[in-house]
């Protein structure tokens, strides 16, 4: 197997520290930097990092990249997006900044259903189109895996459409760009439908065991909300996909505290998101659990909403990620890094918290378990910046700085 050498990167970011505190209770030491450092790998594994003064002998005939002058950190990873959609909702988002709420704007035909309209319109050369270029943007950023949800066609064949665009996405972006398949067809309730309950009976649940059946995803997510998705199909959607063995997410607690969270520790859900108004008992249920609080502060940003208490579920060791939630609706943003850099002072996280939070414990909120730090035995998976720290990639917001 061929092997690969960086030497001389100004600093790296092994988040050895972070990694053996499983991505909770983070001191900024936690980053485990590695000043004037070097990496060695091949294609399944890292082999050696460290200081380049220490550089093993045994590489030292291999041919090797120059990296002084860069610096490297785990690869970036965008836990949650909605990147496959149709149409464009801009005026939404002047009528939220005029003074509607998103139920509002979603009860005058705007909202997930305007997206589904957009989406329906499309056809799948075109939304894999749009999505590729969506996805090489992304890409420009560092960020090297992109979790992808469907939920924007609403009916069986499309939903099994986006699901299959999905998988195309990740044959087409394989290796450089890891795509994760999440299935989310429980994402709003058509007109057509009386109840969620019917919705679920005929479209998300026969779905789903036609999508294992192929198996092609990857996870299954719901918007469990007032007006959406209830705790009932929660469990229902959550028990079918236990016994297919399709791990499970979900949006919670983003408009209510509906007990999403804690529901989400029941089925031991890879991760709960959004969490805007998750209580304490929410808080402690994940603190006690593999379930990583996966943060989306562009979502609130974008609808104006009050953030989540990032700093309780940090202090009560949490498992805390950030995703952008990038959508046509709620969140028009592509830019993760960007997003956490933003948010990073508003939820008054530390830099290991930060770093923490878009590699390894959104690795951790993917289920992939063997990337997240620069250390022998994982995967070598990482992000390079053309800059000697960094601190000036989370400084220069907006910045890309990646290579």
Not at 107 to 126: D, K, P, V
Not at 292 to 310: I, R
Not at 340 to 369: D, F, Q, V
Request: aromatic share 8%; net charge negative; with cysteine.
């Amino acid at each position: 197997m061929t092997i690969k050498i960086f030497r001389n990167f100004s600093e790296i970011a092994t988040l050895k520290p972070a990694h053996e505190k499983d991505g909770r209770n983070l001191k900024p030491s936690d980053l485990g930097i590695i000043k004037n450092a070097s990496i060695v790998y091949d294609q399944e594994q890292i082999l050696w990092v460290g200081p380049d003064s220490e550089f093993p002998q045994e590489y030292a005939d291999i041919q090797a990249i120059d990296a002084s002058g860069k610096s490297c950190v785990p690869e970036i990873v965008d836990s949650h997006t909605h990147v496959v959609f149709g149409g464009d909702r801009a005026s939404e988002y002047s009528m939220r900044l005029n003074g509607a709420t998103y139920e509002e704007i979603a009860a005058a035909g705007g909202g997930i259903l305007n997206s589904m309209t957009g989406t329906n319109e499309l056809s799948r050369t075109e939304l894999l189109k749009l999505a590729q270029q969506r996805i090489k943007t992304i890409a420009s950023y560092g960020v090297g895996t992109i979790e992808v949800k469907s939920g924007y066609g609403l009916n069986f064949e499309k939903e099994y459409e986006l699901t299959h665009i999905i998988h195309d996405l990740k044959n087409i972006c394989r290796p450089d760009v890891q795509i994760i398949n999440t299935f989310m067809a429980a994402h709003a309730i058509p007109k057509d439908y009386a109840s969620s309950y019917l919705y679920m009976k005929e479209v998300v649940l026969p779905l789903l065991d036609r999508m294992a059946e192929e198996q092609i995803i990857d996870c299954v997510d719901i918007f469990h909300e007032q007006n959406y998705f209830s705790e009932e199909d929660v469990i229902s959607l959550f028990e079918r996909a236990n016994r297919l063995n399709i791990p499970v997410k979900i949006h919670a607690d983003e408009f209510n505290d509906n007990k999403g969270a804690i529901l989400a520790t029941r089925y031991q859900a890879l991760s709960a998101d959004h969490l805007l108004a998750t209580g304490a008992d929410g808080i402690e249920a994940l603190k006690n659990s593999n379930t990583v609080a996966t943060l989306l502060p562009g979502t609130g940003l974008f609808l104006g909403k009050t953030q989540a208490n990032a700093r309780a579920f940090l202090d009560a060791g949490v498992k805390v990620a950030i995703a952008s939630d990038y959508n046509p609706g709620s969140c028009h943003c592509d830019n993760v890094l960007m997003i956490a850099s933003l948010a990073a002072p508003m939820y008054k996280m530390n830099m290991a918290e930060l770093w923490c939070a878009i590699t390894l414990n959104a690795s951790h909120a993917l289920g992939i378990r063997n990337q997240g730090a620069l250390i022998p035995g994982l995967r070598p998976r990482f992000t390079v910046f053309n800059t000697d720290s960094i601190d000036r990639v989370t400084y220069n917001w907006g910045k890309n700085l990646a290579i």
